[in-house]
């Protein structure tokens, strides 16, 4: 029991400092370094974001941004992806990782260097010695790697990217948005339901988060898929086991700056209404990145509310030991 309070302790503190850390976060982004990547960002050929796991939100934002916003020849991929990737004169990687310190970061800074492109970086570890092979090298605030709650750090690590893709991001803005954020009154999420998290466009991000800090800080069965994606067949295996006695609920992220995420949020609903035990609706009136701050920040007092009902120790989620195997890879020298 005394494990579980302090993981609870320890998570709360750091959600109490949510703006300080974001605060300290945006302000080591290196603004001349930032000018240097943005005329490369330009020039570019091809631009390829990448990350995995808490990672994965901020790389996706920012490829859709380059993309959509910019009008960038720019996209995400998954870091096997960029593995089997054959580079060309042109092109950059912009790889998202909080430790920077695992084998498929130490393999993508290989490969990025052998094909003499471009890498960006934006991680959490000062410390990495990969970073000396890094040509823009941007640092956010790190959340406790142990604490396997995912949205704090995901914030940080977003309003970064948006520190170097945007203008620039309004800390005022930051604070009301998560001031907004713990304004509502947390939700406590049922452990014996499957939660499907569905989203499209900008609200992506944001969706995966929700499965990731569903599964591995709370303990609770979750997937994140587009709307799209999911209405042309991933349904069926959740049915099935709706038929064997799953409770379902659905989680829909509606960002409502973008219309077409409201439209296509509005078209499943009726699928929704007929084949689930229930739904929540997150979303929000806010600007990006602000409206994701937001919504976070409301994940985050939610997931805290449901281990503390629960009773679930987020430090040590089931299959933490047995993963470590796979996070072992073998040094390279670069």
């Known amino acids: 029991m005394s494990i579980i309070i302090d993981s609870l302790q320890e998570y709360r503190t750091f959600l109490d400092n949510l703006d300080g850390i974001i605060s300290t976060s945006?302000?080591?982004i290196d603004l001349v370094q930032k000018e240097d990547f943005k005329k490369a960002l330009f020039d570019a050929k091809r631009i390829f974001y990448t990350g995995a796991g808490s990672s994965l939100p901020s790389a996706l934002f920012g490829a859709q941004y380059s993309s959509d916003t910019l009008g960038l020849p720019a996209?995400?991929?998954?870091?096997?992806?960029?593995?089997?990737?054959?580079f060309k004169e042109g092109d950059l990687v912009f790889l998202v990782t909080q430790g920077f310190n695992r084998g498929d970061s130490e393999l993508i800074v290989k490969k990025v260097k052998k094909a003499n492109i471009k890498l960006a970086v934006l991680t959490a570890n000062k410390e990495s010695p990969f970073n000396d092979f890094v040509d823009y090298k941007f640092y956010f605030s790190p959340f406790p790697e142990k604490l396997f709650c995912r949205p704090v750090g995901v914030?940080?690590?977003?309003l970064s990217i948006s520190k170097i893709l945007t203008p620039d991001v309004e800390i005022e803005k930051v604070f009301r948005a998560t001031?907004?954020?713990?304004k509502n009154v947390p939700i406590i999420f049922e452990k014996d339901c499957k939660y499907i998290v569905l989203s499209s466009g900008f609200g992506l991000p944001i969706g995966f988060n929700f499965a990731l800090a569903l599964r591995e800080g709370c303990g609770i069965?979750?997937?994140?898929f587009d709307i799209e994606t999911y209405a042309h067949g991933m349904y069926v295996s959740d049915q099935v086991l709706k038929q064997r006695g799953?409770?379902?609920?659905?989680l829909i992220v509606d960002l409502l700056a973008d219309a077409h995420v409201?439209?296509?949020?509005?078209?499943?609903e009726p699928f929704i209404a007929a084949t689930s035990s229930g739904k929540i609706i997150f979303s929000s009136n806010l600007e990006m990145p602000y409206s994701y701050i937001e919504l976070l920040t409301y994940l985050a007092e939610s997931v805290y509310r449901?281990?503390?009902i629960n009773l679930y120790d987020m430090n040590t989620p089931p299959g933490k030991e047995e993963n470590r195997y796979y996070h072992k890879a073998e040094t390279y020298k670069l």
């Open 26 to 28: 945006l302000n080591q």
């Open 306 to 308: 449901t281990n503390e």
């Open 179 to 182: 001031k907004l954020g713990k």
């Open 155 to 158: 914030q940080t690590s977003i």
């Open 75 to 86: 996209q995400f991929l998954p870091t096997g992806s960029i593995l089997s990737m054959n």
């Open 246 to 250: 799953v409770k379902i609920s659905y």
């Open 221 to 224: 069965d979750a997937e994140s």
């Open 262 to 268: 409201h439209a296509s949020c509005e078209r499943i």
